[in-house]
């Protein structure tokens, strides 16, 4: 087994183990019957199977005060590749609560593989009629904010596994509800080939267009390391995901159209 070194002292199998000081470090699974609400076709795999692993606040001992000092959490994703029915496998899908002014968003960064974030919003806290859908493809190195008020989801658009960390305010709840509501996202993504394609939903109640756009986010914040680097050296960069007053960000400078 090669391993590859990660930041925060991990080693990566791979496959799906995150490791440090050799002991797999402690991962909240994701069962295939979780997910089932949101997949065109529910029956693709046995209930029990382990879809993808969450490694919840995976700082060392040593950062943690930094971190928690500024209420911020790094976690770390792994979605094996995989096509379940017809979709490449994807993330349950959430929104985040509301914080003062606005809602909490999340910085998200790819490790290794390749990643399609699917952001939507909604009109308004019902979440029923959505008014906007961005696809955001994003591969080793990158970094993609999930701007106030965006629901989104991760896809797999790989063949290798995506590993992925991610920024957040260290104690809100995920809203998910939603999205078990209308069996997923504003759209599905399905696997074509080699490529991918979109289907829209047909749950919701409109059909709104989808923007395929790339992340600036790296230059507009002149990140140069990888996140959790940044994170632990400069964590008042990263206030504005905890105080959401302080959240500025054009979503004009924050995307580009491809
Ligand atoms: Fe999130």
Do not use: W
Request: aromatic share 12%.
């Amino acid at each position: 087994m090669t391993m590859t070194k990660l930041s925060a002292n991990l080693s990566y199998d791979g496959d799906m183990g995150l490791f440090r000081d050799g002991a797999l470090v402690n991962f909240v699974p994701r069962y295939f019957k979780e997910i089932v609400p949101v997949l065109r076709k529910p029956d693709a795999m046995p209930a029990d199977t382990v879809v993808y692993r969450m490694y919840r606040d995976t700082t060392l001992p040593n950062d943690a005060k930094t971190l928690e000092k500024h209420s911020l959490r790094y976690d770390i994703t792994i979605i094996p590749p995989m096509v379940v029915g017809d979709e490449y496998l994807k993330t349950l899908g959430h929104y985040h609560p509301k914080a003062k002014s606005s809602f909490y968003p999340e910085l998200y960064e790819v490790i290794s593989g390749k990643a399609l974030y699917l952001l939507q919003k909604t009109a308004d806290e019902s979440y029923t009629k959505v008014r906007e859908a961005l696809a955001v493809v994003a591969e080793a190195g990158d970094m993609v904010m999930m701007p106030p008020g965006y629901g989104h989801i991760t896809v797999n658009i790989g063949d290798t596994p995506l590993v992925m960390s991610n920024a957040v305010e260290a104690k809100f709840k995920s809203v998910y509800q939603p999205y078990i509501d209308h069996k997923g996202a504003v759209y599905y993504v399905l696997a074509d080939g080699k490529n991918f394609k979109f289907l829209p939903n047909a749950s919701y109640g409109n059909n709104v267009p989808l923007g395929v756009v790339k992340s600036n986010f790296k230059k507009l914040f002149k990140i140069t390391k990888p996140l959790y680097d940044e994170m632990v050296a400069d964590p008042v960069k990263f206030e504005c995901l905890v105080d959401t007053d302080k959240y500025n960000i054009p979503l004009g400078s924050l995307f580009s159209p491809v």
